[in-house]
Each structure stands twice: as C-alpha cells, then as structure tokens.
C-alpha cells in the first residue's frame, strides 16, 4: 500500500500533539563518543537511543541493452523524543521514513516515491544487531552475503541484491566522522563500497535485469549539524581500479566550508583520512530546477589531497522532492568522476541545503 499524503499528514499531526502534550524533549539521547569501537555486525542494526540515523544505498547498474541506471534507496530512523512515558503503543517513539529514487536518462528526470510510519504494529521496523528495516512492504535486510532490497514504488520498484566484496570502511576516526568544529557535531560512520549489484529494476510495467556497483553508508548520530550549517556536499565514489572514495563538506550560511572530511581506500588496501583543509569542492556548472528554483552546483571539480578530478551527471534534474516525508528538497545524483579526461570512478553526488537550510 503506497504512502499518501494523508496518512503522512497524520503521522505528522501525531507528533506536533505529542510535543505539545509533553512539553518537552527526551533529555537521554546517546551521545557520539571517541573511543567507541563499532562492532560487527551488531552496529549494522537499528540503534534506537539516538536520536537519527539513517540506511543509504546508491549504485550505478545496466540493464542488457546497456542502458545506464543510477538507484537510490534511504531508511531513515528518528528518536522524536516526545511523551517518551506513555505508555500507549500508539506514542510515536520511533518513526521511520523511506526515499527511492531511480535515474534513467530516457525519462530526462527523477522518479522517486517516499514512505513514513511510525515503529511498531508489524508495519514498520528498524531492527537492533543486524540491517532489518522496513516500512509496509519496502524493506532493506541484510543477508548472508550482503543486502537484499525490495522496493514496490509507484513508477518503479527494485528487486535488488547487494554482495559484499570488501571489508566495512570505517569514516573519520575509526568510525567517529567529525561534522562540524565542535567535538559533539559528529556521527558514528561507515561505508561499504564496490557492492557487487543483481537483480531487477521495473519500469513502469517493464523489467528489466540489471547488474552494476553500489555504495552503502549507515550512520547515527544525536547531535549532527552545527547552528551555522546551511547543508552538505557529499559523494561517493566506487573507483574504477577497485578502489573507494568518500568526501565532504558542511557548508555555512554565506557558501562557504565550515567543515570537511573524506576517506580514501586504495586498489591495494591502504586507507587514508583527510581533514578539512584537504578538501575542495568547487561548483563548474549549475542547474536551476524548474519546479522549486532551487540552484544546485550539478558539475564541480573536487580535490581531496593530492586527488583532483571533475564530476559530471547522468542528467541534470535529480532532483528529490520529500517535503511529504522529511521535510526537505534536496539534490541526490548518479555522476562520473573524470580525472584528465580518463574515467575515474562513478557514484552519487548529494546536494542539500541548496533549497532552505537544512534542519534534521
């Protein structure tokens, strides 16, 4: 049963009541702490004490005749933190939303479907010690190889398969990913690059097998952005020798960089960190979205240490609108990276905080 609007507008007048009824928030959010060491594949579940986080699968695959896709499906969990002592099933102590998205050039834009529930009832979920999250009939579980997906959307669905062919990639220190310059702006993060991609994608009424590469990341945190913060500009990057990248940057309210960090894994294994003096992200072109006028940066150049290289879409309008859901608009693009005019690896780009500030 496909999300409405109406049942979104309930969930949403559920939780204005219940802050009213309270008064206040949860004062016990987790806190991101150094020291902690993730453990796997315990931290690949749901971890309930804090207040987000989110599931995040994004992948380049082709279908038989060759034709470029680029996929994008997002669990988030949020800790609301309101009349957290009622004891009726019906208090919204968790909630859970859902973004998928599907890239395909023939259609010239997104398509893109969006769900939210409250936890809870058998119909929607977000498991503790291993990857099981779902809501209604989309879900996302770990198996013993990797992923499964299966996404019902409304012009589309996924029927997909994730395999595992490289360790989990551990952000920031250890898994601790700084996002601002205070010590408390940070999230536990990690990722896992080049997932082998099988299965099928349909289109409304075709379907059409596909294979491809894939990028997950899981993070969680209480505290996230700083006061400051406008939004974000993320990728990530499976690379064509093997290897994987991640980069960032928090963007201040005036456009420039009030924080930045990235890793690198190479073909051979070796991992480095880089922090925010290392990272440049500069915009080359921008697209202005005919529906909400927002500007997005879609092509840039990017430099991550000594690593410079171009970022180009599969198509200009990625654009997700999921005010239904989360609140927000942002951008969520399938792009190449290009280094001297060679390919270098392919990926998603996101955009936020380009439409309003960003607020999680």
Not at 282 to 300: D, H
């Amino acid at each position: 049963m496909s999300c409405g609007r109406s049942r979104v507008a309930a969930l949403l007048a559920t939780i204005g009541l219940a802050w009213l009824c309270a008064g206040a928030f949860a004062q016990d959010y987790a806190q991101v702490k150094p020291g902690y060491v993730l453990q796997f594949p315990r931290d690949q579940g749901s971890h309930p004490r804090f207040r987000t986080e989110w599931w995040y699968l994004t992948g380049w695959v082709k279908d038989a005749r060759g034709r470029n896709l680029g996929i994008q499906i997002t669990f988030f969990r949020n800790r609301p933190g309101v009349d957290e002592n009622n004891p009726s099933r019906f208090a919204p102590r968790q909630l859970l939303f859902a973004h998928a998205a599907l890239a395909d050039p023939e259609f010239g834009k997104l398509l893109h479907d969006q769900r939210a529930a409250r936890a809870g009832f058998g119909l929607a979920e977000a498991e503790e010690g291993r990857t099981d999250v779902f809501i209604d009939d989309w879900s996302l579980k770990q198996t013993a190889g990797g992923y499964h997906a299966s996404i019902p959307a409304r012009d589309f669905s996924y029927a997909l398969d994730f395999k595992t062919t490289q360790p989990v990639l551990l952000e920031g220190d250890r898994g601790l990913s700084r996002k601002g310059p205070l010590p408390a702006e940070a999230s536990y993060y990690y990722s896992q690059p080049q997932l082998a991609v099988s299965g099928s994608v349909t289109i409304k009424g075709e379907k059409r097998e596909v294979s491809g590469s894939a990028w997950l990341d899981h993070e969680w945190s209480s505290e996230y952005l700083a006061p400051q913060a406008q939004g974000w500009d993320w990728i990530g990057l499976n690379l064509a020798d093997g290897g994987a990248l991640m980069a960032f940057r928090i963007r201040d309210h005036s456009g420039g960089t009030l924080w930045a960090g990235g890793t690198l894994r190479s073909a051979d294994g070796r991992v480095r960190h880089f922090g925010p003096g290392e990272i440049l992200f500069e915009p080359l072109r921008r697209w202005r979205s005919p529906r909400t006028g927002a500007e997005y940066p879609v092509a840039q150049r990017v430099r991550v240490g000594e690593l410079d290289f171009e970022l180009e879409p599969m198509m200009d309008d990625q654009e997700l609108d999921a005010r239904a859901s989360t609140g927000t608009i942002y951008w969520e693009g399938a792009v190449k990276a290009e280094r001297g005019g060679k390919p270098l690896g392919s990926g998603y780009l996101e955009l936020t905080g380009y439409w309003r500030p960003l607020r999680l």
